[in-house]
T-cell receptor, first 108, second 115 residues
């Protein structure tokens, strides 16, 4: 269907370890967005990727959009306790279809 | 960025009652707003698109007579859960965007508990 598949569902790491979440689509995407939702909070926009093969960085976060525009990843280097939350990818512009999310927990 | 507010943040009601949730864009006008529902430890599922001055567009499987949406002005959309039942207990979140930004701005959400 129209789903965006996201893996893993859960990830637990030691503080300082890296973390990666992946999104895959069976169809070519015009764009993909990433959101972070803290426990008990609402989704907050992180970034939008539009171009094939695009790579964007925000401090310790690296976002990639695949060459075929069917997959994307978010990588966090040297996690900190403030990174705890659920990371969602989403396709669409206004009307968003979210992936299942990856819940990141961190052992300090 | 733009700000979206939601009220109430939390509501507990008895089964069979109706609950109204408000979503407001505070510093911008939104001709379109979106309503999502999120069950615990699950993703956000789009329920409907709220269109200012016209009928809402509902996603497949969402009962339009149960989840009434009214978008009376460019800054306010309301979602009314009619005759709520325990299975309607969930986190309801609205979002809105503007042409100035690529992103959607989400309200803080309303946690509904139906006893």
């Amino acid at each position: 269907g129209q789903q965006v598949m996201q893996i893993p569902q859960y990830q637990h790491v030691q503080e300082g370890e890296d973390f990666t979440t992946y999104c895959n689509s069976s169809t070519t995407l015009s764009n993909i967005q990433w959101y972070k939702q803290r426990p008990g909070g609402h989704p907050v926009f992180l970034i939008q990727l539009v171009k094939s093969g695009e790579v964007k960085k925000q401090k310790r976060l690296t976002f990639q959009f695949g060459e075929a525009k069917k997959n994307s990843s978010l990588h966090i280097t040297a996690t900190q306790t403030t990174d705890v939350g659920t990371y969602f990818c989403a396709k669409g512009a206004q009307k968003l279809v979210f992936g299942q999310g990856t819940r990141l927990t961190i052992n300090p | 960025g733009a700000v979206v507010s939601q009220h109430p943040s939390r509501v507990i009601c008895k089964s069979g009652t109706s609950v109204k949730i408000e979503c407001r864009s505070l510093d911008f006008q939104a001709t379109t707003m979106f309503w999502y529902r999120q069950f615990p430890k699950q993703s956000l599922m789009l329920m409907a698109t709220s269109n200012e001055g016209s009928k809402a567009t509902y996603e497949q499987g969402v009962e339009k007579d149960k989840f009434l949406i009214n978008h009376a002005s460019l800054t306010l959309s309301t979602l009314t859960v009619t005759s709520a039942h325990p299975e309607d207990s969930s986190f309801y979140i609205c979002s809105a965007g503007t042409t100035a930004y690529n992103e959607q701005f989400f309200g803080p959400g309303t946690r509904l508990t139906v006893l």
